[in-house]
Nanobody, 120 residues
Framework: QVQLVESGGGLVQAGGSLRLSCAASGRTFIVMGWFRQAPGKEREFVAAIKWAGRSTSYADAVRGRFTVSRSNANNTGYLQMNSLKPEDTAVYYC???????????????WGQGTQVTVSS
């Protein structure tokens, strides 16, 4: 089992920044992914990072604005979100999985989700 506890999120004006954290515990995993889900829409891939390395991947919609990272010291993943836009408004989830993938069904464990709201 992997336990993921998210923090961060909130309300920010367009152009602002937020940082999400995802504290992981339990068994090891290969990839931490970040996803988001807006009302009435499917859950979509945002970014991913290989937990034992530095490889990262981003969705086109966030590339250049969002940065995914992780800290081995406290086993925590981060999603730094800059230049936020109203269309970034969604519930954001971190997830842990055994393989490099942008598909949510490939991830076995999920955080509780945190709301990000960007006002115009």
């Amino acid at each position: 089992q992997v336990q993921l506890v998210e923090s961060g999120g909130g309300l920010v004006q367009a152009g602002g920044s937020l940082r999400l954290s995802c504290a992981a515990s339990g068994r090891t995993f290969i990839v931490m992914g970040w996803f988001r889900q807006a009302p009435g829409k499917e859950r979509e891939f945002v970014a991913a990072i290989k937990w034992a390395g530095r490889s990262t991947s981003y969705a086109d919609a966030v590339r250049g604005r969002f940065t995914v990272s992780r800290s081995n010291a406290n086993n925590t993943g981060y999603l730094q979100m800059n230049s936020l836009k109203p269309e970034d408004t969604a519930v954001y989830y971190c997830a842990a999985g055994p393989a490099w993938s942008s598909a949510p069904w490939q991830y076995d464990y999920w955080g509780q989700g945190t709301q990000v709201t960007v006002s115009s």
